[in-house]
């Protein structure tokens, strides 16, 4: 069935390294997809999107990637920060549905002094 | 103001009790949605609401009733919960069904 997951339930990473969140999807309708980041007792964060029709996407510090014929996702975050310690999901729109986001089963970035 | 607000910030109940748990955004989005979230998984879709009509119901027990006011109100009535019902409760909304969704701080339910 539909499925968006994640490579690495767990990535460690020194303070000021550039850190890279993978995550597959499996349907190849979807046209939107969303990073969202969670710190501990809080909802999700809106940290970037991007639409099927581009492969890259920008913000501040944070770089979105896609690949649709292998139907991959990356969220890039430069310099990575203590700050930036949370687990990252990925959010997946699927076609033809309303606004049913399917979400990665997410990874926990842990950022180390 | 670009935020989602929820309360209780947390809530303890037993199984016999009834509460509610509300969320307000004064965005003017027209779509609000509840999401279950347990512990290390990702949000799960409970309900969606469009311009204050019910369009979405996942298929959520009856001892789950949401609510929708108006169009900055959204309430999810709880009645003779589970203690697997434990979770955190999110409540999004966003401009229209097609569009981002932003998520509030959450609701942690306790049921005892």
């Known amino acids: 069935g539909e499925s968006v997951g994640l490579h690495l339930p767990t990535l460690s990473v020194q303070e000021g390294d550039n850190s890279i969140i993978n995550c597959a999807y499996s349907?190849?309708?979807?046209?939107?997809f969303i990073w969202y980041k969670q710190e501990s007792g809080k909802g999700p964060q809106f940290i970037i999107d991007?639409?099927?029709?581009?492969d890259k996407r920008q913000g501040q510090r944070v770089t979105v990637l896609l690949n649709k014929t292998v139907k991959h996702l990356s969220l890039q975050i430069a310099a990575t920060q203590p700050g930036d310690s949370a687990v990252y999901f990925c959010?997946?729109?699927?076609?033809?549905?309303?606004?049913?986001?399917?979400f990665g089963a997410g990874t926990r970035l842990a950022v180390h002094p | 103001d670009t935020e989602v607000t929820q309360t209780p910030k947390h809530l303890v109940m037993g199984m016999t009790n009834k509460k509610s748990l509300k969320c307000e955004q004064h965005?003017?989005?027209?779509?609000m949605y509840w999401y279950k979230q347990k512990a290390k998984k990702p949000p799960e879709l409970m309900f969606v609401?469009?311009?204050?009509?019910?369009?979405i119901n996942e298929s959520v027990p009856s001892r789950f009733s949401p609510e929708c006011p108006n169009s900055s109100l959204l309430n999810l009535h709880l009645h003779a919960l589970q203690p697997e019902d434990s979770a955190l409760y999110l409540c999004?909304?966003?401009?229209?069904?097609?569009?981002?969704?932003?998520f509030g701080p959450g609701t942690r339910l306790t049921v005892l």
């Open positions: 959010a997946e729109k699927v076609l033809g549905g309303y606004n049913k986001l399917i």
């Open positions: 965005m003017g989005h027209r779509a």
């Open positions: 609401y469009s311009y204050e009509k019910l369009s």
């Open positions: 999004a909304s966003s401009q229209t069904g097609a569009d981002t969704q932003y």
């Open positions: 349907n190849s309708a979807s046209d939107y």
């Open positions: 991007i639409r099927s029709n581009m």
